[in-house]
T-cell receptor, first 117, second 115 residues
Framework: GAVVSQHPSWVICKSGTSVKIECRSL??????MFWYRQFPKQSLMLMAT?????????EQGVEKDKFLINHASLTLSTLTVTSAHPEDSSFYIC?????????????FGPGTRLTVL | GQSLEQPSEVTAVEGAIVQINCTYQ??????LSWYQQHDGGAPTFLSY????GLEETGRFSSFLSRSDSYGYLLLQELQMKDSASYFC????????????????FGAGTRLAVHP
């Protein structure tokens, strides 16, 4: 089946630093990847949609200058949280568009837990 | 606006049957998906309904009624490992990204299965 990986799985950083999270589709090419944020016991909130070779599309209320997204290849998208602050601490999950059993769906990575001190 | 409503918590015993309902109100609709998420883990895809009716996959079934903007996930022969959060998600149209559908998630239903 389709596999999506994320790296790192968890990261702790100081306030004001930048953190890069990688999302890779391991056995398929993903023209579209999605970045979500999930706070404890809450739902997944879509932050942005990333298309290979073009600028990401951000959801309303998400600061594009703070959450930099790069989709450099068909298997890799990165999310950089710039000048992170404690309120950015969250579970960040990427997903990649793929097809399985004839169904066009999204496959999720294992997530990255970010803690900003 | 966009909204999906599902119960926040459901409790059941092993071997029982549980139905998790989801009603939605979205500007576009291209199908209803269900995902399972264990604590600390990523969501895993369970099922997808684009057309009205029942889809069965092993112990899990999913139903959709587009005229009622309603769907449900049915879990049979419950096992302890089924304790998790279950999210319904609607495929909406991403207008500014070549038309690819994005997913709008409900708040999730936390299922607790007891012996």
């Amino acid at each position: 089946g389709a596999v999506v990986s994320q790296h790192p799985s968890w990261v702790i950083c100081k306030s004001g630093t930048s953190v890069k999270i990688e999302c890779r589709s391991l056995d398929f090419q993903a023209t579209t990847m999605f970045w979500y944020r999930q706070f404890p016991k809450q739902s997944l909130m879509l932050m942005a949609t990333s298309n290979e070779g073009s600028k990401a599309t951000y959801e309303q209320g998400v600061e594009k200058d703070k959450f930099l997204i790069n989709h450099a290849s068909l298997t890799l998208s990165t999310l950089t949280v710039t000048s992170a602050h404690p309120e950015d601490s969250s579970f960040y999950i990427c997903s990649a568009r793929g097809v399985a059993g004839g169904t066009d769906t999204q496959y999720f990575g294992p997530g990255t837990r970010l803690t900003v001190l | 606006g966009q909204s999906l409503e599902q119960p926040s918590e459901v409790t059941a015993v092993e071997g029982a049957i549980v139905q998790i309902n989801c009603t939605y109100q979205t500007s576009g609709f291209y199908g209803l998906s269900w995902y399972q998420q264990h604590d600390g883990g990523a969501p895993t895809f369970l099922s997808y309904n684009a057309l009205d009716g029942l889809e069965e996959t092993g112990r899990f079934s999913s139903f959709l009624s587009r005229s009622d903007s309603y769907g449900y996930l049915l879990l049979q022969e419950l096992q302890m490992k089924d304790s998790a959060s279950y999210f319904c998600a609607v495929r909406d149209v991403l207008l500014s990204s070549g038309g690819y559908n994005k997913l709008i998630f409900g708040a999730g239903t936390r299922l607790a299965v007891h012996p």
